[in-house]
């Protein structure tokens, strides 16, 4: 298999052993953050130098991108979708060591004052991710109170581990009781969806990427449209939507200015207007809505933040 069409569990993590990661942190708490910038920066020039099968993997994105907004790709934009990778990073340490505050995130005027409410009355939801912008950033403030509502609430997201253990390895470090609550994509049988059904009626919150396979479901996608061409999403996020029946919300945090890691955060929270509140022989139909609904919007903040969508893979690959 070529390096283009590998999925994304299949590359190896990058960043040799966990002291690189280590070094990662130490200049994030000890260095002025623009120079932390200024430093990734150039690391990242040179990483970007010597990896063709990631710049080809960006490129597919990239293109189709701007081709939908009826652009060229700009020189070196590949390079800027690395560099917007690496202070993605350095945002989530920051957000482990609890640095990153409630005030730094400005609300859009969308759906977050129906999920505050909703969680006040101690009704749990089940929230839709992405890989564009930060999508622990929910998980990170809660867990040190940094909420918009009266009640306290727990977040326990559903995250593939593969290809990314030394990382991990190093947020454990940082915050072990928000790690205890991840949820391994990979081990998700019957109990764990009865388990997440449980925290959610108790008023918690289950969040999961519906934009990646994970490594165990490879062939059950659902295809969309997406960027101008045909795209196969992880059917799973919505099929699990659809068997825990619970109030379902997308939501992203997006750095409002793409390269500064200083930047105040779009916090937008959209509710699904689908429903599973129906017949058993119309679910399958309602898990292409939801799918549909979450990939335009997914689709038009991209559009507005081409460099903050991590998918380093190609996504079209049919093969």
Not at 25 to 45: D, G, N, S
Not at 290 to 304: D, G, T
Request: hydrophobic share 40%; with cysteine.
């Amino acid at each position: 298999m070529s390096s283009e069409s590998q999925q994304w569990f299949e590359v190896k993590e990058v960043g040799g052993s966990l002291w690189h990661f280590r070094f990662m942190l130490w200049i994030t708490c000890h260095l002025p953050l623009r120079v932390v910038e200024l430093c990734t920066a150039v690391v990242c020039f040179f990483f970007w130098l010597g990896a063709s099968p990631v710049r080809k993997r960006s490129s597919a994105y990239l293109k189709r991108l701007f081709a939908v907004r009826g652009k060229r790709m700009p020189f070196m934009a590949t390079y800027k979708h690395v560099l917007s990778f690496a202070l993605s990073m350095i945002e989530k340490l920051l957000g482990w060591r609890g640095a990153i505050k409630l005030n730094r995130v400005e609300t859009q005027g969308d759906d977050l004052d129906k999920l505050v409410e909703q969680l006040d009355r101690g009704e749990g939801a089940f929230l839709i991710c992405s890989h564009l912008g930060n999508m622990e950033m929910l998980r990170s403030l809660t867990g040190y109170g940094e909420i918009h509502t009266h009640r306290q609430f727990k977040v326990f997201p559903v995250v593939d581990f593969s290809g990314t253990s030394k990382f991990n390895a190093l947020l454990y470090e940082l915050n072990p009781d928000l790690m205890n609550s991840v949820l391994d994509a990979n081990k998700m049988n019957v109990d764990s969806a009865v388990w997440m059904k449980e925290q959610i009626v108790a008023g918690n919150v289950v969040a999961i990427a519906g934009d990646r396979t994970s490594a165990n479901s490879q062939g059950r996608n659902i295809e969309m449209d997406f960027l101008g061409d045909s795209a196969n999403f992880p059917e799973g996020a919505f099929t699990l939507a659809s068997i825990l029946n619970a109030p379902i919300y997308f939501t992203f945090a997006i750095r409002k200015h793409d390269f500064d890691i200083r930047t105040p955060y779009e916090m937008h929270v959209v509710k699904a207007t689908t429903s599973f509140d129906c017949p058993r022989k119309e679910r399958a139909g309602k898990i292409k809505d939801l799918a549909r609904e979450y990939v335009q919007l997914l689709e038009k903040l991209s559009l507005r933040h081409p460099y903050q969508w991590y998918n380093f893979y190609n996504f079209w690959n049919k093969t």
